[in-house]
């Protein structure tokens, strides 16, 4: 049986266990990188925001500053979030951060888990870099919430404590989010996308 987050937690603040924290790390590191490269569109911007975040985490562990028993992915999230709004509010934009890394990962990559022929995989590309593009062109705030719900797979109570704001408020911007990459579909033709953008 796995450990809990908390146990490893426990295990690395009271007995020094790196291999605990190691495990917290591998456990997450998907989630929280795929969250960092929504928001920031960037690699090797993420790698740093990812490295950053983990040296803020490990800090703060080690200063007591974690007191939230069971909400440890949600502690860390919030911190990695800071991060990437630190790295943006520098940048002094929400938009037109770099698109040139084609070797990009985001949760559309795992539409399709079966291997399909190379014409239609080139097409599922294509539909992933149209869908990655149109993100970004969404307020700011529906393009938190849109990917801290599919790319962390937090619940909306814990995007709307990250976010500091109402369910009610985190809920509305999911599904304007939605709306709007709904008309963006409709508009641009490409109906056999619709199914993606389902809450």
Do not use: C
């Not at 995989?121 to 062109?137: A, G, K, P, Y």
């Not at 033709?189 to 199914?195: E, F, N, R």
């Amino acid at each position: 049986m796995q450990p809990t987050d908390e146990e490893l937690v426990t295990a690395y603040l009271e007995d020094g266990d790196e291999q605990a924290f190691r495990r917290l790390v591998d456990r997450h590191k998907d989630r929280l990188f795929g969250f960092l490269m929504g928001m920031v569109k960037d690699r090797a911007t993420a790698n740093d925001l990812f490295q950053e975040t983990f040296l803020r985490v490990i800090q703060a562990m080690q200063e007591g500053s974690y007191t939230q028993q069971g909400q440890w992915l949600s502690w860390v999230m919030r911190i990695a979030r800071n991060a990437a709004i630190d790295h943006i509010r520098k940048q002094k934009k929400w938009r037109d951060v770099s698109r040139e890394d084609d070797d990009r990962r985001s949760f559309w990559d795992t539409l399709e888990a079966e291997t399909p022929h190379a014409d239609e995989e080139l097409h599922r590309s294509e539909q992933r870099d149209w869908l990655d593009e149109h993100i970004q062109e969404l307020p700011p705030e529906q393009r938190e919430v849109l990917l801290l719900r599919q790319e962390t797979d937090l619940t909306f109570r814990e995007i709307a404590e990250l976010t500091e704001v109402s369910i009610n408020t985190a809920l509305g911007r999911m599904r304007y989010a939605l709306k709007n990459l709904r008309k963006m579909i409709k508009k641009s033709g490409k109906s056999s996308l619709a199914g993606s953008v389902d809450p």
